[in-house]
């Protein structure tokens, strides 16, 4: 079974970007279908983007023209790309393949 590692959170000041990073134990180059979720304190676990094999992409509404998902299959890396922070992005984000999920990382834009 695949272990997805995230790593890239930190603290933030809105307006500020920040680079998540999801890192597979194996090959993720075959058909597969990756994302990236969020939860917020006293919130559930929402959809920021998916990413499938060739690439094609999708976002929620409150992430639309700010992140950008991607992946390099050479790498067996996906990325979250995150640009224009604002405080409601706060939450610990999590990379999965739908069935595996990574242990999260913490982002916190803040003031």
């Known amino acids: 079974q695949v272990q997805l590692v995230e790593s890239g959170g930190g603290l933030v000041q809105p307006g500020g970007s920040l680079r998540l990073s999801c890192v597979a134990s194996?090959?993720?180059?075959?058909?597969?279908?990756m994302g990236w979720y969020r939860q917020a304190p006293g919130k559930q676990r929402e959809l920021v983007a998916v990413?499938?094999?060739?690439?094609?992409?999708n976002y929620s509404d409150s992430v639309k023209g700010r992140f950008t998902i991607s992946r390099d299959n050479a790498k067996d890396t996906m990325y979250l790309q995150m640009n224009s922070l604002k405080p409601e992005d706060t939450g610990v984000y999590y990379c999965?393949?739908?069935?595996?999920w990574g242990q999260g990382t913490q982002v916190t834009v803040s003031s």
């Open positions: 999965t393949d739908s069935v595996v």
């Open positions: 194996r090959s993720i180059s075959s058909p597969y279908r």
């Open positions: 990413i499938a094999s060739g690439g094609v992409t």
